[in-house]
């Protein structure tokens, strides 16, 4: 396992900046996921601790060790690529041993890893196989079979499960959560798919334009989040945002005149609710709105709701209880479940 520390990490092409004074403490046997959108960063900086790319400016250290000149060769860490990057002329077994032949270990202890990986990954039936003759989730579990076997100090995954259909996204996410489980190594993860990072992370850094607008537990960043950005990227369904104003000891907003709301700033605010905190007659305060889509989703049902202002506003519902498009419903809001957010879009905690 490795604990890694990041200080005042920087990389510019040129003239162009992508990671800007970045500060990151990685726990020994975490498994940590970087998220934001594209072009953020994300897997320049993956790429940076990986060894592929140069640091600009900063500190990069592994177990109290700096690293900023050390080759990936000698980092002690293995990478999955978002490519399978399979030697398609050789089998299953031999591409998990390739590398270990270079790291000249003895044909036995070569077998044993192979042998072992393939257990933990339920591939044993395949190790006499050629790439083209796997399914795409076989070959990422071949990927990722081939870093176990080197037994690194850090797993390093840049967006593994991007290739794969939506059935086998979801079934190897089960499967490399439970492959943490069982090895508990220190795990960075880079994704544009904020359902993989809130189900797989013990942590999630949330990135924009090269910073780090969050980091924490995916409960703290669902619950708590920083600011409108981290309140927009984090949940699905996407989090209500609600533009208001708060003068003489009042909240208001276009459809909620008088909100039980007191000790913020006057100024304007955004008033931001989770989708599952939408009430249908029932709340703190009140609106007449317009049904205008239902989806139908099986256990959970989504409701698009106009209110009168034009402002849309989204109600998970359970299962098929639900309204129908055109139907006139009053949708409530509880103070409690209110995010306020001021002027710059920062967090005012209540």
Known sequence: M???????IGKTYGAVEVIRDLNLEVVDGEFLVLVGPSGCGKSTLLRMIAGLEDISEGTFSIDGRVVNDLPASKRDLSMVFQSYALYPHMSVRKNLAFGLQNMRLHRA?????????ARILQIEPLLDRKPRQLSGGQKQRVAIGRSIVREPKLFLFDEPLSNLDAELRVQMRVELAALYERLKTTMIYVTHDQVEAMTLASRIVVLRGGKVEQVGTPVELYTRPANLFVAGFIGSPKINMIPASYENGAARTADFPTLPLTGLPNGPLTLCLRPEAVTLDGGDCQAQGRVKLVEYLGADTLVHIDLPSGQSLLFHANGRDAQKAGQTVTVGINAADLHVFDASGNRIER
């Open 2 to 8: 490795a604990q890694l520390s990041l200080k005042h």
């Open 109 to 117: 202890e070569i077998d044993s890893r192979v042998a072992e990986a």
